[in-house]
């Protein structure tokens, strides 16, 4: 069994190494930025290709290997609603988690901007920036739920294997990938599966040049609050029912007597 404290999505480095300003803050920051940068460029460039099962393992994978490669500087998180659902977990500090998720949001714009200079205009069109808009079908309501559900999904997926001490393990970033992956697959037709701000906000935003075959921001709100409510919610229910007894908020010390009447 792996004893070692968890790397991934703590932000919890060796503290020999975390004494200065540039290791705890300027680094993991550093590390953010060019992970969603990564995953955004990735991600819109995918579109193009029109093909859910193509667009989802583009960005599964791309995740898994960033959070491979990066994990254990920034935690990984490459994402404002992890953030938000790693740092109710207790996985990491406030300030850590709005200094990542301004580098974030820079990261996603960049990696849209990236896009924007590769593509052709009429393409770039085409595919709407490689953003998130809701299907005429799907009212906001509706793409909210989804968008909470998905971003439930992957959110659970973090703390249980990249957080919670009983279950953490060093299969991770590939389960990540995989939930990443899958929710994008159920959920690509009804919201677009973003699961993530900083993915639709970047796209957006360089998208708003370009004159595109949707409007990225009549219901751009969806693509903030479905995945901020689910990292909300699955972070506290991740701290009511879910976490080892030492990051429950209630409960604490009755999980060894419990494991052993089972």
Not at 153 to 159: D, E
Not at 212 to 238: K, M, N, Q, R, S
Request: hydrophobic share 45%.
């Amino acid at each position: 069994m792996d004893d070692r404290q968890p790397l991934i999505y703590t932000n919890k480095l060796d503290t020999t190494q975390n004494k200065g300003v540039f290791n705890r803050f300027i680094l993991p920051c550093s590390a953010e930025f060019f992970g969603v940068c990564l995953f955004v460029f990735v991600g819109c460039m995918s579109v193009q290709t029109g093909q859910v099962v193509t667009i989802a393992l583009a960005h599964g994978l791309t995740i898994a290997l960033l959070i491979n490669g990066l994990g254990d500087i920034s935690g990984g998180h490459f994402n404002p609603a992890v953030t938000l659902g790693a740092t109710i977990a207790g996985g990491t500090a406030p300030v850590v988690a709005l200094l990542y998720f301004i580098s974030q949001l820079l990261g996603g714009m960049l990696g849209a901007a990236f896009t924007r200079a590769v593509l052709p205009t009429d393409v770039y069109g085409n595919i709407s920036a490689g953003g998130h808009a809701l299907p005429n079908d799907v009212g906001p309501g509706w793409g909210i739920l989804c968008e909470l559900i998905l971003t439930t999904v992957l959110v659970f997926t973090v703390l249980m294997n990249a957080i919670d001490n009983r279950t953490k393990n060093k299969l991770a970033p590939l389960a990540i990938g995989f939930a990443v992956a899958v929710d994008i697959m159920a959920g690509a037709k009804t919201s677009g599966a973003s699961m993530n701000p900083a993915r639709s906000f970047g796209p957006a935003v360089v998208g708003s040049s370009v004159t595109l075959a949707a409007d990225l921001w009549e219901y751009h709100y969806v693509y903030w609050v479905g995945p901020a409510l689910g990292g909300l919610v699955t972070g506290i229910l991740y701290r009511l029912l879910f976490a080892s007894s030492e990051q429950r908020w209630f409960g604490r010390g009755s999980e060894r007597k419990i494991q052993h009447d089972i």
